[in-house]
């Protein structure tokens, strides 16, 4: 069965520290996509990132890069100098599909509060 | 680019009473998704529609219905509401075909309290 994890509930830094928030997967597929989505107060869910299973190379973003690593079936997300607008729910999710039949798989969100 | 609009935004009912959601996808797309997202936890797969079709469907009881119009526009349809029903209903739209090109789009939710 397939399951996302986000063991951390809330995090909260000071404005310009580094954060990484962590995900943990499961999955019998051996290929399936993996996905970070931010979720501000007004509630809309903003695609971050996609990556395929088959492609391990990490991925940055200016201030936002990725590690995904099969081994330990593990996606976290590290935000690098964090600055107040960075303050959302994140969630980690997984799907075993990408054709019309897709379906998102989600971990509970991690709350992250970046103070000024 | 209109991208995924839902009506209304906050919606109050009472146990018991039947409720209608509306979702219109980003212009181009031709699936909806609909998703229910409790509070302090992620959205739950309710359903999702393609071709005026329910194509797959997530672990929700029959109270939980829905249509897709011509226009790829589409409705979330609940009845005899409970408590538990209450959350924040997310409608998310797609291209069939297309999706290794664009994610999941989602709109801003309809948020449901059942009293």
């Known amino acids: 069965a397939q399951k996302v994890t986000q063991a951390q509930t809330e995090i909260s830094v000071v404005e310009k520290e580094d954060v990484t928030l962590d995900c943990v997967y499961e999955?019998?597929?051996?290929?399936?996509?993996l996905f970070w989505y931010k979720q501000p107060p007004s509630g809309e869910l903003v695609f971050l990132i996609r990556?395929?299973?088959?492609d391990e190379q990490n991925e940055i973003s200016g201030r936002y890069s990725w590690n995904f690593q099969k081994s330990t079936s593990s996606f976290n997300f590290t935000i690098t100098a964090s600055q107040v607008v960075d303050s959302a729910v994140y969630f980690c999710a997984l799907s075993e599909r990408m054709d019309s039949n897709y379906q998102l798989i989600w971990g509970a969100g991690t709350k992250l509060i970046i103070k000024p | 680019d209109a991208g995924v609009t839902q009506s209304p935004t906050h919606l109050i009912k009472t146990r018991g009473q039947q409720v209608t959601l509306r979702c219109s996808p980003k212009?181009?797309?031709?699936?909806v998704s609909w998703y229910q997202q409790a509070l302090g936890q992620g959205p739950q797969f309710i359903f999702q529609?393609?071709?005026?079709?329910?194509?797959q469907r997530g672990n929700f009881p029959d109270r939980f219905s829905g249509h897709q119009f011509p226009n790829y526009s589409s409705e979330l349809n609940v009845n005899a509401l409970l408590l538990g029903d209450s959350a924040l209903y997310l409608c998310a739209s797609f291209t069939a075909g297309q999706l290794n090109n664009s994610p999941l789009h989602f709109g801003n939710g309809t948020r449901l309290t059942v009293t």
């Open positions: 999955t019998r597929d051996t290929t399936y996509y």
């Open positions: 990556r395929n299973s088959f």
């Open positions: 212009s181009g797309h031709d699936t």
């Open positions: 529609y393609y071709e005026e079709e329910e194509r």
